[in-house]
């Protein structure tokens, strides 16, 4: 079982930054596949970017070249630095845990980018 914290969400201008955080506990962290996932208003849930315990990281299209994810395993967070951001980039994020047939979601944090 991995509980997960997601923290760092808000309202940010277009071309702004934000950084979220994901606390995890519960199991042995580096083990699993850490990812940020996100859903508008009336959309599906998305991939927006994975990362591995060893540091290989995967991206969706939309958001290359602009958002980093990265993860701390000593410390059990991931983390989603967030650059030049858009107006489509507004959506609930959440983070996930994956291992094997196990996946373990947060609650959420929004994330509203507007002027």
């Known amino acids: 079982q991995v509980q997960l914290v997601e923290s760092g969400g808000g309202l940010v201008q277009p071309g702004g930054s934000l950084r979220l955080s994901c606390a995890a506990s519960g199991s042995i962290f580096r083990l699993y596949i850490m990812g940020w996932y996100r859903q508008a208003p009336g959309q599906q849930r998305d991939m927006v970017a994975t990362?591995?315990?060893?540091?290989?990281?995967n991206y969706a299209d939309s958001v290359k070249g602009r958002f980093t994810i990265s993860r701390d395993n000593a410390e059990e967070m991931v983390y989603l630095q967030m650059n030049s951001m858009k107006p489509e980039d507004t959506a609930v994020y959440y983070c996930?845990?994956?291992?094997?047939?196990?996946?373990?979601w947060g609650q959420g944090t929004q994330v509203t980018v507007s002027s």
């Open positions: 990362i591995t315990g060893g540091g290989s990281t």
């Open positions: 996930k845990a994956m291992w094997l047939e196990n996946s373990y």
